[in-house]
Nanobody, 123 residues
């Protein structure tokens, strides 16, 4: 079954770090666009970052310089390293995969989603 699944969320204090993992099944993560989104209660699902098949990476302004996306093609896992976390980073974080060409910043660009992992940052 084709799917992605996140892990690694948790609770940290402001200034701390977390690393999220996104494990793909049924397709090779090196051949697809992988993105991370986040959604706080009452808010829309916001794009955080993506990495293209060619390795091009983009970040939202909210996380640029603090978060880093990477992929381990051999392990079929993508990561989101989150440093210098802030209370406003608190959200459910989702991994998304796009198996068609290209990447995007809207949720409807992606056809596979994980179940989400909660990140809570306290001040």
């Amino acid at each position: 079954q084709d799917q992605v699944a996140e892990s690694g969320g948790g609770s940290v204090q402001a200034g701390g770090s977390l690393r999220l993992s996104c494990t793909a099944s049924g397709f090779a993560i090196g051949n697809i666009c992988i993105a991370w989104f986040r959604q706080a209660p009452g808010n829309q699902r916001d794009w955080v970052t993506y990495v293209t098949t060619g390795g091009t990476i983009q970040y939202s302004d909210a996380v640029k310089g603090r978060f880093e996306i990477s992929k381990d093609n051999a392990e079929n896992v993508a990561y989101l390293q989150m440093n210098n976390l802030r209370p406003e980073d608190t959200a459910m974080y989702y991994c998304a995969a796009r198996t068609r060409a290209g990447c995007g910043t809207r949720p409807d660009h992606y056809n596979y989603w994980g179940q989400g992992t909660q990140v809570t940052v306290s001040s």
